[in-house]
């Protein structure tokens, strides 16, 4: 077969998979901060978050994060394929780990696992000082986020949650906004909504 025809045509370019890792965080973010801060006081219903945590947060994103590693783009594979799994095995947890646990003991367990995440989230808000101030503020406030919900877990504050809750809800909204940033700018090919 001859591929003369094809050696001086250009690969099409790869679509941008930030703005659907970003939509599928915040979209996760928002529904679980929404019982967090006490939005939503009904716990019995805080179950619809992990098929959102499994599918949307999780799948999604993790995929978005393999598309970044087949741009090139270090930051958006760490980022997305780490916050894709972390929604995986926060639906993990809640579903098959916590229900084993001792109810004394599971504030430690859950406070672990929240402040391992804080530790991460700070290290990739200094990474994300190189990048556009939309991305870098989504990064910032999801390091307090994470260190607030570890301390409300650990002191077994149900303020520290609330005020976590409430930070993951603007959390939510600064990526939501960088998601439609990127989506905005990608479709019209040029820099309409700013993102600094």
Known sequence: MDNSEDKGAAAPPLANPAPLGLAAFALTTFCLSMFNS???????????????????????????????????????????????????????????????????????????FLIAWFIFTLYMTVAATTLDKATLAVFAALTLTFLFLALGAFCESTALTRIGGWLGLLTAFLAWYASFAGVVNETRGRKIIPVG
Request: hydrophobic content about 50%; overall charge negative; proline content about 4%.
């Open 38 to 112: 006490g939005v939503i006081g009904d716990s019995a219903l805080e179950a619809e978050v992990l098929p959102l945590a499994l599918f949307y947060g999780g799948l999604a994103q993790f995929a978005a994060g393999l598309l970044e590693f087949k741009r090139g783009n270090t930051f958006g594979l760490t980022a997305f394929t780490s916050y894709g799994a972390f929604w995986m095995a926060f639906a993990g947890y809640v579903k098959f780990v916590v229900p084993g646990l001792d109810p004394a003991h599971t504030h430690v367990a859950t406070g672990l």
